[in-house]
């Protein structure tokens, strides 16, 4: 993906968000991308937010409620993470239904609140799953790394 933020990145742009965060927040994606993800990447940053890209996850093996096999997962966290605002949100590309086309609870079709990533991936099937990230501590850089048990544990509460 272009533009992508990674460390030691030659890419203007890819600096050029890694600047708009805290370190702490820059830690938590480092160690993310060395320990869990490695493909893993900073995508976009508006204001107090930024939208990291994880890649795929597989809705449909974790609950089989799911019509996806397969969609890509971004994750939605503060600037300054782990510290302020709790992070808040999932995007999966495409939205995500049910057998036979249902809603899930709480996901909303091409959200404001993933403009970023529709404008930074290029794409125009979103869904933004409206979900506070609890249970978990967030007082570490770190604790990035249980992303993938947050997006997993929220296809796991749907029935």
């Known amino acids: 993906m ?47 937010w930024a939208w990291v890209s994880i890649g795929n996850v597989h809705p449909a093996h974790v609950n ?32 995500v239904t049910k057998h036979d086309g249902q809603d899930v609870h709480q996901e909303m079709r091409n959200d404001q609140k993933a403009e970023p990533v529709e404008d930074a991936l290029g794409v125009d099937d979103t869904g933004m799953w409206s979900y506070q990230w609890r249970d978990i501590s967030w007082d570490d850089p770190e604790d990035l790394t249980k992303a993938l048990e947050v997006v997993r544990s929220r296809f796991e509460k749907e029935d």
């Open 2 to 48: 272009s533009g992508a933020a990674s460390p030691g990145s030659n890419d203007p742009d890819a600096a050029g968000l890694r600047a708009e965060l805290t370190e702490s927040c820059r830690q938590a994606i480092d160690a993310l991308q060395d320990e869990v993800r490695p493909e893993a990447e900073l995508i976009a940053v508006r204001g107090d």
């Open 64 to 95: 089989d409620v799911f019509d996806e096999e397969k969609a890509h997962a971004v994750i939605r966290i503060p600037t300054n993470f782990p510290h302020g605002t709790r992070p808040y949100g999932i995007i999966t590309i495409p939205y």
